[in-house]
């Protein structure tokens, strides 16, 4: 019997069945599909992002083991120190390495240094590299950067991209010679067959991210301003930005009275799939996309998106699974909002099949689950 290869998977947080963000959501996921395969040990922080309470579902500054046998260390805020930390690293012997981002310094820099030697070390970018990313702290990220190349801190480790675009990105940043691996995001198992849907008599779109400036939350907003018809639009996610947000509630405040918006804060990331199916259209104009598990999972309830055409889901109208636009586009925008907003029922039921099927194709492609093994079987080897 083969002997199943360990694991180390770093993480700054790391709940399965919340809806902390797409690089948990990408652990969670890839844990899942290839726990039978492998050994996984995830060391994270007791509590989410912006919050001040630990997870109330786990055991803190100890070994937990989920439904699938992975076993996952919470460090409460006390002991997320260099000291406790570099010792649990080192508790047990591991095949392989993989630290989710890139400027965290307790779960992307320090792990980064105290495996400075292990020959298997993977760094999973997670869109942290991109363009995009650079809008917000651009100046620091780039000091950092510039200072870790100077140090070669990244000479020895292993790039993880999910596309070929985070690829690229990687290797201008690094240089050409840097190793880099592309295996797509894994997504959601699909357990439903699909059920055909039929088009609200009062349109009914979901944003589901988190309320800042790079999701578009604001950008979004303004559009329905600009809506003649009867719509609702619910949002779902964590505010980072309180001024931000702020903003968002003056744009909400000059709605018109035919357009509902309401704010259903953080979304239960388990009851995603069933939720979606409560509406027409799913929205989010973001600045960009590493992968977007939220647009994939709108695909497998059969719900079309409107989105920005900075993600790597494109071509979605020849595609008839919804509009990947410039948001910048203001016309553009609001002819695709009414566009959906009066498409027939006949158009949207097509349109809903035309979604969920693209999904399943993507969600069972076995060339998909053989890349992410490849990560750990055959990647820096």
Request: hydrophobic share 40%; glycine share 4%; charged share 20%.
């Amino acid at each position: 019997m083969k002997t199943k290869k360990n694991i180390l998977i770093t993480i700054d947080w790391f709940l399965p069945g919340t809806d902390s963000g797409g690089p948990v959501r990408s652990c969670a996921n890839f844990i899942a599909h290839l726990s039978q395969d492998f050994n996984f040990y995830v060391i994270t922080r007791d509590t989410d992002y912006c919050a001040s309470h630990p997870y109330t579902s786990i055991e803190s500054n100890a070994w937990n083991t989920l439904e699938n046998g992975a076993k996952v260390y919470y460090c409460s805020s006390d002991r997320v120190a260099n000291t406790h930390l570099t010792k649990l690293f080192r508790e047990k012997t591991f095949d392989t390495i993989y630290i989710n981002g890139v400027y965290s310094w307790y779960f992307s820099i320090l792990p980064l240094l105290v495996f400075k030697n292990h020959p298997r070390v993977i760094v999973a970018s997670r869109g942290m590299l991109n363009p995009q990313a650079f809008s917000v702290k651009p100046l620091k990220k780039r000091v950092y950067l510039t200072l870790a190349k100077t140090l070669g801190l990244y000479n020895k480790v292993h790039f993880h991209a999910t596309n070929t675009q985070e690829k690229e990105h990687v290797l201008h940043l690094f240089g050409k010679n840097t190793s880099v691996k592309v295996a797509p995001n894994m997504p959601r198992v699909l357990k439903a067959a699909f059920t055909e849907r039929t088009k609200s008599s009062v349109p009914s779109f979901i944003n589901l991210a988190r309320i800042s400036p790079e999701k578009g939350t604001l950008k979004m907003l303004e559009a329905f301003l600009r809506i003649k018809t009867p719509v609702t639009l619910d949002l779902y996610g964590p505010v980072y930005d309180q001024s931000y947000w702020d903003t968002c509630l003056s744009v909400i405040q000059k709605l018109p009275s035919w357009v509902k918006v309401t704010y259903k804060g953080i979304a239960n990331s388990q009851e995603v799939p069933e939720l979606l199916k409560a509406y027409d259209f799913f929205i989010m104009l973001s600045e960009g996309e590493n992968f977007g598990h939220a647009i994939l999972e709108a695909f497998s309830a059969g719900v079309p998106v409107i989105i920005s055409n900075k993600t790597p889901w494109s071509g979605l109208q020849e595609k008839n699974t919804g509009w990947d636009i410039d948001t910048n586009n203001t016309n553009l925008l609001d002819q695709v909002l009414n566009q959906a907003c009066d498409m027939s029922s006949k158009e949207y039921t097509q349109m809903s099949k035309t979604a969920y099927n693209f999904a399943n194709q993507f969600v069972n492609d076995t060339q998909l689950l053989k890349s992410n093994r490849s990560l750990f079987d055959e990647f820096a080897t």
